[in-house]
Structures are given as C-alpha cells and as structure tokens.
C-alpha cells in the first residue's frame, strides 16, 4: 500500500485521471485489433482524434467568448471519456454525434454555470441531449468484459487517490436494491442479473470516472453518501448520463458555488523552503475554519502535475484575506510551484473539507501537524483568537530536525509540543497527560498522518476520537 499511496500523493488527481483514460483508451485498440470490440482500431484512433479537436477548438472558441480561465487536462479528459462511451464512428452520422457531442460537452461548461461553477458533468449531459436531438445514443462500449481488468484497476486507484470510497459505496448499495427489485419483478435470477451488471456494463467506469468529477460533486461526505444513492437509484431505470445529469441536479443545490479571482498582496518566506501566500479575493468567502480550496494557475508548459492544485486555506474566516502556506523542493519543484512564486494572479472554487472545528466547545481536542501540515491549525486557532472562543487545546507540531515552525506568533496562543521527527507515544503522553479525554485532529503527509493514527489505536484511542485530514497540498 505505501509504494501505492506514495505514487498517487505525487501525481495530481487530474493528471492520473488523464493517464488512465489514455491507457483505457490504448487496451481498446489492442482488443479492437484482436477482434474482441465491434470496431477496427483506425475507427477508435479516428474518433478519438476527431473529439480531440473538436473539443479543443470549442473550448478556445467558449473560453475566449467568456474571458474564462482554461484547463486543457479538463478539456482532454472530457474528449477521452466520450471517445469511452460513444461507439467509434463508421458513417457520417456517427461523424455527427460526435461532433455535437464535443461542442455540447464544452459549451455546457461555460453556459451551463452559475458563479464559474458548471451544473452538470460535460459528458454525460452532451451524450444525454445529442441522443435527444440526432436520434443516436451512447454504447458505453468501455462497459465491456475485455475491458473489465484495466477499468478495475485504474478505477480503484482513482478512488483511492480522492477519497471516494464511501460515495462509491452508496452508489453500489442503492444500484444493487434497484437491480434486486427488477430482477424480482422480471423473475430471473439475481446473482446472474449482478455478476452480469459488475462484468459486462460500464458500472464500474462510471462510478469511477463519471460519478466521482469533482466539480459536480458534494464537498462533503454525508452529502456525497446521499448523492451516489440517488444516482444509484436512477441508473437502471434511466440510462447512466441520464442518471447522473439528475444527480448533478442535487448536487449543485447542495454545493458552494463560489469562484474567486485573486490577486497576489504579499509573499512572505516563513522558512528556507516554504512560503506563505496573501492573496486579496474579488468577493467575500464565507468558510469553515480548516478547509480547503482548488486552485487553478494557468502556466506556460506545464509537468506532469498539471496546473491544479488542493491548499488548505491558512486564514481565518475572520480575516479579510486568503492566505496559503505552501512548502517548495528545490530540487524538484513543480511547474506550479515554480509559475506560484512569480504569479498576482490566481483562480480558486471548489470549497470543500471536513477537517473543521467540533461544534461542542467544552470538547477537548489535540492538534497533530506534521511539516505544512500546520495550515488548517493556523486557520482555527486564528479563528478562535479572534471571536474570543476559548478552547482546551494542545498543539504537536513535529517537524525535520533544524527547521523552522511557521505561524509562530499564531501558534503560541496556545501550548505547543516542538518534535522533531516522528510522534511517538511517550510525546503524546507527556504533552497531554488527559489524552485519552481528547479529539485528536491529525494534518500532514499521508505517512505521517496513517503513522499517527497507528500510534493512538496502539494506546487504545477510539476511532471515533481521531479526525484526519485529506491533506488537499499533496494532491
């Protein structure tokens, strides 16, 4: 699992997307050549390249007509998943599905949004009204037995990589009680009627492709659990796009709709190697202690990371404006980072994050960060400083041996626990002698936070004392 989580924390969730929709996109011309799909592999290279283009052309046609900000891994990610689920063409109608499909799934983007934010997924609302209009439909051929292998492998890790397993799991739950109850009413038999749906349908790519789009997703898990039931609920009574566009439905009511444009006001360096960023936003934010944002910065030439990143804000709902801490390798340092530093702009939306304070002040509760970690304890102890909240609160803060705390001056409102290296039992021990009566909050890379975690069950903590968080920065 380490060799797995170490992969994924160094590829953006965007990025692994894109690569998996690519290799799902080479195994089909493989099987194609074998006989084992309905189309030749010149037809599937043909449509593939032919969405392609018209998607990109489209979405420079739309972004320049909107003055918009562009992503162009979002508008390739958009032509591979249509190419996955639209039958490669063979006629000029099949020409023309295509194309309307691409120009439909990049205008909705644009015209389809209320704040920057667009209502439903790109894909499944083009196949949905394209098949409406021309009188076509989508085979979602990527649903298939020979591709069943690649599709479960890569779906588990982009699962993995956003922590979707439990929207997954309420999407299955309430598919399975719908597929039960048709196959009851049909009389045939049910274990048939779900091995049948699990190998041989695109269940399994659109849980992991198509329900989990971030932008037309909850940010929060109990919203998400109720999202992927409702999908759930429709997906075999409609078809799969139709499904999904009534969810996004849902989805957006009970989604933050806000897109903010920021300009840079000050950077200051908090360490040899990290760098707190102050930016003044174009409107009010109103949000949670602790949470995070998506940040987009268009860059010339971007790596393999993309031009998006998760930072957990590290201001207060009380301060005016948004600040991130953000740590630098030298070494390596992405082309994001490296575009950071000499940016006065940026683009910001998807709020989301559970990683909040409790709503009972007499809880006591004990801070675990771990390096840059530290962000979202800024942000509530910043938060409770300034509206006079007092709270029973403990801070360990471990770090590399000779670096440097940052957000000193907010940290030291309340005790802090200095440690360098790894947080071991004893540490907990003796910085909090009434642990076992505490919420521990645990923020920082996935190794320390799992290592932490491990550490508390060992001393008998609950499961139910212990809040971690999905550190947004490693993403």
Not at 127 to 141: E, G, M, R
């Amino acid at each position: 699992m380490k060799l797995i989580d170490d992969f994924l924390n160094n590829i953006t969730m965007y990025r692994l997307v894109l690569y998996f929709l690519l290799a799902l996109i080479l195994w089909g011309m493989v099987m194609s050549f074998f006989g084992l799909l309905s189309f030749s592999p010149l037809s599937l290279i043909f449509s593939v390249g032919f969405l392609i283009a018209v998607s990109w052309t489209t979405n420079k046609v739309f972004a320049w007509g909107f003055n918009a900000v562009t992503n162009l891994e979002s508008v390739y990610i958009t032509a591979l998943i249509l190419a996955l689920i639209i039958t490669p063409a063979k006629s000029l109608h099949d020409v023309a599905f295509l194309f309307w499909a691409a120009v439909l799934a990049m205008g909705s983007k644009y015209i389809l949004a209320i704040g920057g934010k667009h209502l439903f997924n790109p894909a499944a609302l083009a196949v949905a009204i394209t098949a409406l209009t021309i009188n076509s439909s989508s085979s979602w051929w990527v649903g298939t037995a020979v591709m069943l292998p690649l599709v479960l492998a890569g779906g588990l890790l982009v699962i993995r990589k956003i922590d979707r397993a439990d929207l997954a799991f309420s999407f299955l739950v309430a598919s399975f009680l719908t597929i039960g109850m048709a196959s009851i009413l049909r009389g045939t038999d049910l274990i048939t009627t779900i091995t049948k749906t699990i190998i041989d349908s695109p269940w399994l790519f659109f849980i992991a492709i198509m329900l989990t789009e971030p932008l037309t997703t909850p940010p929060t898990k109990k919203l998400q659990a109720v999202y992927g039931a409702l999908v759930g609920l429709f997906f075999y009574p409609l078809t799969p796009e139709l499904a999904l566009v009534a969810g996004n439905v849902f989805s957006y009511l009970a989604s933050p709709k806000e897109k903010l444009f920021l300009t840079l006001k000050e950077k200051i360096q908090l360490a040899p190697d990290v760098y707190d960023f102050v930016y003044e936003p174009d409107k009010k934010l109103n949000f949670s202690a602790g949470q995070y944002l998506e940040w987009t910065l268009t860059h010339p030439r971007p790596d393999d990371r993309g031009n998006r990143r998760y930072f957990t804000l590290a201001s207060s709902p009380t301060e005016k404006d948004l600040r991130i801490g953000v740590k630098f390798d030298k070494a390596r340092s992405s082309s994001f980072k490296t575009a950071l530093l000499n940016s006065n702009n940026i683009v910001a939306s998807q709020l989301a994050g559970e990683f909040t304070l409790s709503k009972d002040p007499n809880i006591k509760l004990a801070f675990v960060a771990g390096g840059i970690g530290i962000t979202p304890f800024r942000s509530m102890i910043k938060f409770l400083t300034d509206a006079g909240q007092k709270r029973d609160i403990v801070l360990f803060y471990a770090n590399s041996a000779g670096q440097e705390p940052v957000y000193r001056e907010t940290l030291e409102k309340i005790p802090v626990k200095y440690i360098t290296g790894r947080l071991s039992d004893r540490d907990i021990a003796e910085g909090a002698p009434d642990w076992k009566e505490r919420k521990f909050y645990l923020s920082g890379s996935h190794a320390m936070v799992t290592g932490v975690e491990d550490t508390l069950r060992k001393m008998g903590l609950p499961r139910s004392q212990i809040k971690t968080d999905y550190f947004p920065g490693f993403a």
